[in-house]
C-alpha cells in the first residue's frame, strides 16, 4: 500500500500561512484523487481540498479564496497552501489518496498534522 506522511503543521497566529505536504511511497498506478480533510474534536471529518486525476480542483467553501492546492508528480508529493488563516482553521489536517496499486482500488490516510491558529 502507498504510505503517506503530512508534515508543514504548527503554531500560527491568524491571518498567517502554513503550507501543508503530504509525501507519499511505495508503487501505485492510478491515482484517481487526492484529498486533504481536517477534524477538530467531537466534530465529523470535513473535506477541505480535492484534486482528481484530471487536475479538477474543489474547495470547501468555508476556505475558498485562501486556501491552495497543488501536486509534484515528480516527487509524488501533494500540498495544502493556507493563507490568512483564522481560529477556525485549526485542526489535525490529513491527506487522503484514492489510487491502484496492484491492480487493486485502494485509499491510504496520512497520521495527521496539527495545525494551531492562536494569538
Known amino acids: 500500500q502507498v504510505q503517506l506522511v503530512e508534515s508543514g503543521g504548527g503554531l500560527v497566529q491568524p491571518g498567517g500561512s502554513l503550507r501543508l505536504s503530504c509525501a507519499a511511497s511505495?508503487?501505485?498506478?492510478?491515482?484517481?484523487?487526492m484529498g486533504w480533510y481536517r477534524q477538530v474534536p467531537g466534530k465529523e471529518r470535513e473535506l477541505v481540498a480535492a484534486i482528481t486525476k484530471d487536475g479538477i480542483i474543489n474547495y470547501t467553501d468555508s476556505v475558498k479564496g485562501r486556501f491552495t492546492a497543488s501536486r509534484d508528480n515528480v516527487q509524488n508529493t501533494f500540498y495544502l497552501k493556507m493563507n490568512s488563516l483564522k481560529p477556525e482553521d485549526a485542526a489535525v489536517y490529513y491527506c487522503?489518496?484514492?489510487?491502484?496499486?496492484?491492480?487493486?482500488?485502494?485509499?491510504?490516510w496520512g497520521q495527521g498534522t496539527q495545525v494551531t491558529v492562536s494569538s
Open positions: 487522503n489518496w484514492d489510487y491502484v496499486i496492484a491492480g487493486t482500488r485502494r485509499d491510504s
Open positions: 511505495g508503487r501505485f498506478s492510478i491515482i484517481y484523487a
